[in-house]
């Protein structure tokens, strides 16, 4: 900078601006940088890399061992025309989505309205509705799954009050399905949190109103409460849909990472694992994860589209 | 923020902060001889394979850094880091992967080092054959073993049902099933786990028709006529209650402590041999094992001696002449034997064999004793499986045998299903 400006004989004050600038750059800005840089070495090497690398593997065969080999749209043709597995795959996930996505919000919903009375020790009520949440998808919640919906499990014990004899849930394709349901919707801490923050926004004197004009509680519910938390319930429904879609661990586990009985746990994210580490063709993975992302970003964008007419924001 | 630091002064002090990290490091690469190893298997294995590397440490002064995870694991694990350049010096490799490793080169031949660093003198000829790839040895055979059908001899005392032996038929099976059903015992405990999606029962079933799963080409060795009977043969034990229910069968995930017969749902069970220790561990009544049925009385040729497992070196290591050092070492040394015992299957060095089989508790000798006198039951073994063999069997042979189970398919269907969908996937590959 400073030689160049000498040899075009610029005059002195530009050079004292362009130098001060610099350094008021350097001086300022710099440490913060530095202090970023292992963020960005993070973002770079570990998030943006393997983002681009899988975007070209997903047009090449790559087994690991060997170099990648260049196929074109290959992989995207098979998968939409010649592979029974990725629609296997793709409907049990739509399945989870569409089914597991309302009835956990509308549960987390419900235990909310429960706990925004106002009533005594709700953190610990709280805490405990979360726990579920914390112990996630671990091995040992998927050893009690199995517990709880064998054929001599916790659900069938209860039916034989009723005289009932239940087969065994988990491991009967019809139903396998259904119990992850189940424990996803267990699952409904962390959406209920957020909607009791979002109850506890809406003000009371309007509940007073609505009592002294003799409004009854459920026409309080669909007037006031419901268009006054639809900010959150979008919020709470997509970070839930995303979630859903990238449901993986719980199948895994609960199905020894075989997505059985006959496929019916067969989650799309399970298929992409089973291509990639299982049949060693990262190509084809990295493809499924793309349309992945594709349909995710379609669901989203849906969704943001569709929100000015359900969404209500206070003006 | 009334606290400065000059900047000189601050990148100098974490400049020198870095060098110290990294010299810090140092002295664990300057060390005289280390290895690393890696493994699959679970924690009886483990302490005996550390209990080798310890007993090496005092021999050789070499450290091998062992790592060991569950075989599902294992592969993606193992691939990534070969993939990296990053592979452990010693692997435990399988029948199964030692084709596709030898081949692109991700395993080293050993036969230079046969002689000097590795002594094979006394080793079992046809263990030795079968760590060969086109002619070449990528891998050293830890143990023989077998297929083998594990009995709870508890439940058949219990029921005052005569356990089967290695002469026993498919016909017998549906006698020895009958009989469980009509003693009832343990809440309806059946004789047999459903194995018709077991690859091995398969496997065997067919080589006593005189084909195979694989031919020595990779393509498939069997037709539609052989699995729709195959098929046939599994849904009339079902509907006779021979074998398990479906919907319980189900819950056999692959670990151990899932498998029919460690959850007691059934007294026979399609394993390995050198698996009745891990087994009889976990079960309270004493195990057994004898051959898989034979399809008529007399005929056999079914079993093979298989390479458990083998070790081979990386074809990235930089101490290969010190891997086979240590692969010497774990085969050869009497001390070593003793401490392996059979888990991974019977010695294959003469020696060891003999220093090692008066020393095994029950569980152990009766794997040896099966392994030693297959007689007729053994045959040749057969080729590597092609590399697409583990697709064929989680996508088609597990799938398709649930569907019938489930009546989801007829047994014509899977069968047709079955070489259709193993052809595409072997073709493709």
Redesign the interface.
């Known amino acids: 900078m400073t030689a160049r400006s000498l040899e075009s004989g610029a005059p002195l004050g530009e050079r004292a601006a362009t130098s001060s600038l610099w350094t008021r750059i350097w001086q300022n800005d710099a440490?913060g940088y530095l202090f970023l840089l292992p963020w960005f070495i993070g973002f770079f090497g570990l998030t943006i890399g393997p983002i681009i690398t899988s975007f070209y593997l997903s047009f090449t065969d790559f087994d690991?061992?060997?170099s990648p080999e260049w196929v074109g749209a290959n992989n995207y043709i098979r998968m939409f025309t010649n592979d029974p597995?990725f629609w296997a795959s793709m409907r049990v996930t739509m399945m989870f989505v569409i089914f597991s996505v309302p009835l956990k919000l509308a549960f987390a919903l419900g235990v909310a309205m429960l706990l925004n009375r106002g009533m005594r020790g709700l953190p610990l009520y709280r805490a405990l509705f979360y726990l579920p949440s914390l112990l996630g998808a671990s091995v040992a919640i998927a050893i009690l799954w199995?517990q709880i919906f064998?054929?001599d499990g916790l659900v069938n014990d209860f039916l034989s009050i009723f005289g009932i004899v239940g087969?065994?849930w988990?491991?009967?394709?019809q139903y396998s399905l259904w119990t992850i349901i189940i424990l996803a919707v267990w699952q409904f801490g962390s959406p209920m949190i957020i909607f009791l923050a979002g109850l506890r926004q809406i003000p009371q004197d309007m509940y007073e109103a609505a009592s002294l004009d003799g409004a009854s509680r459920w026409r309080q519910f669909i007037k006031i409460t419901l268009p006054l938390l639809t900010p959150v319930v979008f919020f709470n429904a997509i970070i839930q849909t995303i979630e859903a879609f990238k449901s993986f661990t719980p199948a895994f586990i609960?199905?020894?990472?075989?997505g059985?009985?006959?496929?019916s746990t067969l989650f799309y994210t399970l298929y992409l694992y089973?291509e990639?580490?299982?049949?060693?063709r990262m190509g084809y993975a990295s493809a499924l994860a793309w349309v992945l992302l594709a349909l995710v970003g379609m669901f989203t964008a849906f969704s943001f589209l569709t929100s000015k007419y359900w969404v209500h924001y206070d003006e | 923020m009334t606290i400065r630091t000059d900047r000189r002064k601050f990148l100098m002090g974490s400049s020198a902060l870095a060098a110290a990290g990294a010299f810090g490091v140092m002295p664990s690469w300057a060390q005289a001889q280390s290895l690393r190893l890696i493994f699959w298997g679970g924690q009886g294995r483990a302490d005996r394979t550390y209990g080798v590397t310890d007993l090496y440490k005092e021999a050789s002064d070499t450290d091998v850094a062992g790592e060991f995870l569950a075989w599902n694991d294992y592969w993606a694990k193992l691939a990534t880091q070969t993939a990296g350049g990053n592979a452990p010096d010693v692997i435990q490799m399988d029948y199964r992967f030692i084709v596709e490793y030898a081949q692109r080169g991700a395993i080293a031949p050993l036969d230079e080092y046969v002689g000097s660093a590795l002594k094979l003198d006394d080793f079992d000829a046809d263990q030795l054959e079968g760590g060969k790839v086109d002619g070449k040895l990528y891998g050293i055979s830890l143990g023989a073993n077998s297929v083998a059908t594990l009995i709870n001899t508890g439940a058949f005392e219990e029921a005052g049902i005569e356990p089967p032996t290695n002469a026993w038929t498919y016909d017998d099976l549906f006698e020895i099933g009958e009989a469980f059903n009509s003693a009832n015992i343990r809440g309806g405990m059946k004789a047999i786990s459903d194995s018709s999606y077991n690859e091995p029962s398969l496997d065997n079933w067919l080589r006593q028709r005189g084909k195979a799963l694989y031919t020595a080409e990779g393509q498939l060795g069997f037709d539609e006529t052989d699995a729709v009977e195959w098929y046939q043969l599994w849904a009339k034990l079902r509907e006779a209650g021979v074998c398990v229910a479906p919907d319980d069968q189900a819950l056999d995930t692959g670990p151990l402590e899932t498998t029919m017969l460690v959850t007691g749902r059934a007294a026979l069970m399609p394993s390995n041999s050198n698996q009745l220790v891990g087994y009889q561990a976990l079960v309270q009544d004493k195990l057994d094992m004898c051959g898989y049925p034979r399809i008529a009385e007399g005929q056999g040729g079914g079993h093979y001696r298989k390479p458990s497992m083998f070790f081979s070196v990386a074809g990235s290591s930089a101490s290969k002449e010190g891997a086979a050092e240590f692969l010497n070492f774990f085969v050869n040394d009497i001390e070593a034997g003793k401490i392996l015992g059979v888990e991974r299957g019977i010695p294959c060095a003469a020696a060891v064999r003999d220093a090692v089989a008066p020393t095994l508790d029950e569980a152990n000798q009766i794997a040896l004793n099966f392994v030693a006198n297959l007689g007729d039951l053994l045959g040749d073994l057969p080729p590597p499986p092609p590399a697409a063999a583990g697709e064929v069997d989680l996508s088609l042979i597990r799938t398709l045998g649930q569907e019938v189970g489930f009546g989801a398919k007829t047994p014509e269907q899977a069968g047709a299903e079955l070489v259709t969908g193993a052809t595409d996937i072997l073709n493709r590959a």
């Not at chain 1, 609960?254 to 075989?258: A, M, P, R």
């Not at chain 1, 059985?260 to 496929?263: D, L, Q, S």
């Open positions: 440490p690991l061992l060997t597995k199995r064998a054929r087969p065994s988990i491991s009967t394709p609960i199905s020894g990472g075989t059985n009985p006959i496929n089973q990639a580490f299982g049949f060693f």
